[in-house]
């Protein structure tokens, strides 16, 4: 064996002409068609060995093994995955021929980060599963692995289940022993090997990966370098609690390069202002994502994001089975059809490997009207208002919302690759000339801190005095205890706006093209509030500041409810049955809406809509210009 690096070195892919066929993957295929259809391992090594010397034999099955351990490192040392698992195992056990495979093993050894969407069935964690098991095996006792999921029970039957049938069926034996949740070469060793991570449904800070770190290597690798390795992969990543992402950016905060550490997250598509949502956005924003085409981008928050889509399944597109496992035409079929059919939120997640369009079916705000929202009003002149909803005690927060209303001439979009300071949308008229209408800006949202009525009247009073707000223009939430804060307001300061939302809807369009009124149509003030946000999002009548934080907002704003009564009328869900489905009481949306119905209410009118509107030459936004007593919108001369 001493002379094995010399016979490898008449087989190194980089030194073989372009033109020449690769005597890596014909080895490959030899020494694969060895060991899985004559399950021989003597006349696999006899294929490394014949390289140089046609004759050349091995004398028994333990020198056989000695060859191929060695020939499945030097492939390993290249990076040569895919035949590296050609060598290990059978097709019927696994493959990475599949499109699916081999886009996410590219994206894996190119990022250090990366998010995989996808739909049912279609390989995701067990080919991410794959991968690192091969790559632990590259570098064994210096490679640390954490596969994270939901429960044991989980992580038990499905991943680590496969990674323990890949480990006990390599046609080459591997090092390490296998143990509940983990492989290891050593059992006293924690910061090497692969292990499972329990981080179960409902921990608010897991912090399960805290203090984990690379290191300093006893002896720098020749390629890997002076530091040990980290590999983190989150298994059913939408199901495991937002605190982990705490523990990643810690991470992520003290490693370099691609080498070093990678953290995969494996999930299935459901809420698009979820943590895994947020870090799948691509630079352009989510109205750019295209259902036929956007397979692999890079995001704003700097992952490199891969969907599989099961609609291209190999299965799929031949109608049958080309790669057993993975998804075929009829179950896909019968997916869509327990999905209640296309362009439902079960299709788009499980069919297509995509965050459903519009949320659910019966959401007040739909994800698609946010695809546009962020950006900044080039403003002609402003007023600064506020929105307050309050919480004295419990569980909810006290949470602010100051913005700015007034004309503007037009908005400037968020920064991106071909607009780096951010393309500037003009309002033009129909017949081509500069136009402005009024808009409300969000700028700021943040929490105040709890405290009896009086201290918060005083918080909020400072702060909206800093800001600039005069009390007019301020809407407080004036439920239960919040009556106490506005009343104290009213009588200290001036003539603050006070919304119960539990009283009827007003007699207030929302928009001038409205024919009905909200008390007409809405069961009580809360659903107008929405409805109101609704309308605003709906016809370009808002933009938030890409400096405000929007994960939470845009989760609460898209998963809000609706139905309707028995005398016809819509409304909102109750906030008792909205938080029974899991989710947090809808604080910053709540303050929202108390800012859109306190300019409504200051406005003492509708608000002029974008009838009609269309992109205009030039990038410019077209309006059909209307004046009424407010003036809110006009042609410019």
């Given at each position: 064996?001493?002379?094995?690096?010399?016979?490898?070195?008449?087989?190194?892919?980089?030194?073989?002409?372009?033109?020449?066929?690769?005597?890596?993957?014909?080895?490959?295929?030899?020494?694969?068609?060895?060991?899985?259809?004559?399950?021989?391992?003597?006349?696999?090594?006899?294929?490394?060995?014949?390289?140089?010397?046609?004759?050349?034999?091995?004398?028994?099955?333990?020198?056989?093994?000695?060859?191929?351990?060695?020939?499945?490192?030097?492939?390993?040392?290249?990076?040569?995955?895919?035949?590296?698992?050609?060598?290990?195992?059978?097709?019927?056990?696994?493959?990475?021929?599949?499109?699916?495979?081999?886009?996410?093993?590219?994206?894996?050894?190119?990022?250090?980060?990366?998010?995989?969407?996808?739909?049912?069935?279609?390989?995701?964690?067990?080919?991410?599963?794959?991968?690192?098991?091969?790559?632990?095996?590259?570098?064994?006792?210096?490679?640390?692995?954490?596969?994270?999921?939901?429960?044991?029970?989980?992580?038990?039957?499905?991943?680590?289940?496969?990674?323990?049938?890949?480990?006990?069926?390599?046609?080459?034996?591997?090092?390490?022993?296998?143990?509940?949740?983990?492989?290891?070469?050593?059992?006293?060793?924690?910061?090497?090997?692969?292990?499972?991570?329990?981080?179960?449904?409902?921990?608010?800070?897991?912090?399960?990966?805290?203090?984990?770190?690379?290191?300093?290597?006893?002896?720098?690798?020749?390629?890997?370098?002076?530091?040990?390795?980290?590999?983190?992969?989150?298994?059913?990543?939408?199901?495991?609690?937002?605190?982990?992402?705490?523990?990643?950016?810690?991470?992520?905060?003290?490693?370099?390069?691609?080498?070093?550490?990678?953290?995969?997250?494996?999930?299935?598509?459901?809420?698009?202002?979820?943590?895994?949502?947020?870090?799948?956005?691509?630079?352009?924003?989510?109205?750019?994502?295209?259902?036929?085409?956007?397979?692999?981008?890079?995001?704003?928050?700097?992952?490199?994001?891969?969907?599989?889509?099961?609609?291209?399944?190999?299965?799929?597109?031949?109608?049958?089975?080309?790669?057993?496992?993975?998804?075929?035409?009829?179950?896909?079929?019968?997916?869509?059809?327990?999905?209640?059919?296309?362009?439902?939120?079960?299709?788009?997640?499980?069919?297509?490997?995509?965050?459903?369009?519009?949320?659910?079916?019966?959401?007040?705000?739909?994800?698609?009207?946010?695809?546009?929202?962020?950006?900044?009003?080039?403003?002609?002149?402003?007023?600064?208002?506020?929105?307050?909803?309050?919480?004295?005690?419990?569980?909810?927060?006290?949470?602010?919302?100051?913005?700015?209303?007034?004309p503007a001439s037009g908005w400037r979009k968020r920064?991106?690759?071909?607009?780096?300071?951010?393309?500037?949308?003009?309002?033009?008229?129909?017949?081509?000339?500069?136009?402005?209408?009024?808009?409300?800006?969000?700028?700021?949202?943040?929490?105040?801190?709890?405290?009896?009525?009086?201290?918060?009247?005083?918080?909020?009073?400072?702060?909206?005095?800093?800001?600039?707000?005069?009390?007019?223009?301020?809407?407080?939430?004036?439920?239960?205890?919040?009556?106490?804060?506005?009343?104290?307001?009213?009588?200290?300061?001036?003539?603050?706006?006070?919304?119960?939302?539990?009283?009827?809807?007003?007699?207030?369009?929302?928009?001038?093209?409205?024919?009905?009124?909200?008390?007409?149509?809405?069961?009580?003030?809360?659903?107008?509030?929405?409805?109101?946000?609704?309308?605003?999002?709906?016809?370009?009548?808002?933009?938030?500041?890409?400096?405000?934080?929007?994960?939470?907002?845009?989760?609460?704003l898209t998963t809000r409810q609706f139905n309707t009564?028995?005398?016809?009328?819509?409304?909102?869900?109750?906030?008792?049955?909205?938080?029974?489905?899991?989710?947090?009481?809808?604080?910053?949306?709540?303050?929202?809406?108390?800012?859109?119905?306190?300019?409504?209410?200051?406005?003492?009118?509708?608000?002029?809509?974008?009838?009609?509107?269309?992109?205009?030459?030039?990038?410019?936004?077209?309006?059909?210009?209307?004046?009424?007593?407010?003036?809110?919108?006009?042609?410019?001369?």
């Open positions: 064996m001493s002379n094995f690096p010399d016979i490898l070195s008449d087989i190194v892919p980089d030194i073989i002409p372009d033109n020449c066929p690769d005597k890596v993957s014909q080895l490959v295929d030899k020494i694969s068609f060895a060991l899985h259809a004559l399950d021989d391992k003597k006349a696999a090594a006899d294929h490394i060995l014949q390289v140089n010397n046609p004759n050349a034999q091995t004398t028994s099955e333990p020198e056989a093994i000695k060859i191929l351990s060695t020939f499945r490192q030097w492939l390993l040392e290249q990076g040569r995955y895919e035949d590296t698992a050609k060598v290990l195992w059978a097709p019927a056990i696994f493959s990475a021929d599949p499109a699916s495979v081999r886009l996410m093993w590219g994206a894996i050894k190119e990022s250090s980060q990366l998010m995989v969407m996808g739909a049912a069935s279609v390989g995701k964690s067990f080919s991410l599963g794959v991968w690192i098991y091969l790559d632990w095996l590259r570098d064994p006792e210096n490679t640390n692995v954490k596969i994270v999921g939901p429960s044991e029970d989980h992580l038990e039957k499905n991943l680590f289940s496969h990674l323990v049938t890949l480990h006990q069926s390599a046609a080459i034996p591997s090092p390490g022993t296998c143990i509940r949740l983990g492989i290891t070469l050593d059992l006293h060793k924690r910061d090497a090997g692969i292990y499972g991570v329990v981080v179960p449904i409902g921990k608010k800070a897991p912090a399960r990966l805290q203090g984990i770190k690379v290191k300093a290597r006893p002896k720098a690798h020749p390629t890997l370098g002076k530091m040990t390795r980290l590999r983190v992969m989150l298994e059913e990543a939408e199901d495991i609690p937002v605190g982990i992402w705490d523990d990643v950016s810690n991470i992520l905060s003290n490693t370099d390069g691609v080498e070093q550490f990678k953290i995969f997250a494996a999930f299935n598509p459901k809420d698009q202002n979820g943590a895994c949502g947020v870090r799948c956005e691509p630079m352009d924003g989510w109205g750019h994502f295209d259902l036929d085409a956007s397979y692999r981008w890079h995001s704003r928050r700097g992952w490199e994001v891969v969907r599989l889509d099961g609609q291209t399944s190999e299965n799929v597109i031949a109608g049958t089975v080309v790669y057993p496992g993975l998804q075929s035409k009829t179950g896909l079929e019968r997916i869509i059809s327990n999905s209640g059919g296309v362009n439902t939120p079960g299709y788009y997640t499980f069919a297509r490997g995509a965050f459903p369009k519009d949320g659910a079916d019966l959401v007040i705000i739909p994800q698609v009207l946010l695809d546009d929202v962020m950006g900044e009003y080039q403003f002609v002149t402003s007023t600064v208002v506020a929105g307050v909803d309050i919480a004295l005690e419990g569980d909810d927060n006290a949470v602010m919302t100051v913005g700015r209303y007034g920064p991106t690759r071909d607009f780096p300071d951010g393309e500037v949308v003009h309002f033009v008229s129909l017949d081509g000339r500069p136009a402005r209408k009024s808009v409300l800006q969000i700028d700021q949202q943040f929490k105040l801190p709890k405290a009896e009525t009086i201290t918060m009247a005083k918080a909020i009073r400072t702060t909206c005095e800093d800001a600039g707000v005069d009390p007019e223009w301020v809407c407080v939430d004036r439920t239960v205890n919040g009556a106490g804060v506005h009343d104290y307001l009213k009588s200290t300061w001036g003539p603050v706006k006070g919304v119960n939302p539990s009283f009827a809807a007003s007699e207030i369009k929302i928009l001038e093209e409205d024919t009905e009124t909200p008390h007409q149509l809405y069961e009580r003030l809360v659903t107008e509030l929405w409805y109101a946000a609704r309308k605003f999002f709906e016809h370009k009548l808002i933009k938030i500041s890409p400096t405000v934080p929007t994960e939470r907002l845009f989760n609460e009564n028995a005398r016809g009328k819509i409304k909102v869900e109750a906030k008792v049955e909205y938080k029974s489905r899991g989710h947090k009481s809808p604080d910053f949306a709540d303050s929202l809406t108390m800012l859109i119905h306190g300019v409504r209410l200051t406005v003492g009118g509708p608000i002029g809509s974008s009838e009609g509107a269309q992109n205009g030459g030039g990038g410019g936004e077209v309006f059909r210009p209307k004046t009424d007593a407010t003036n809110r919108f006009q042609t410019l001369d």
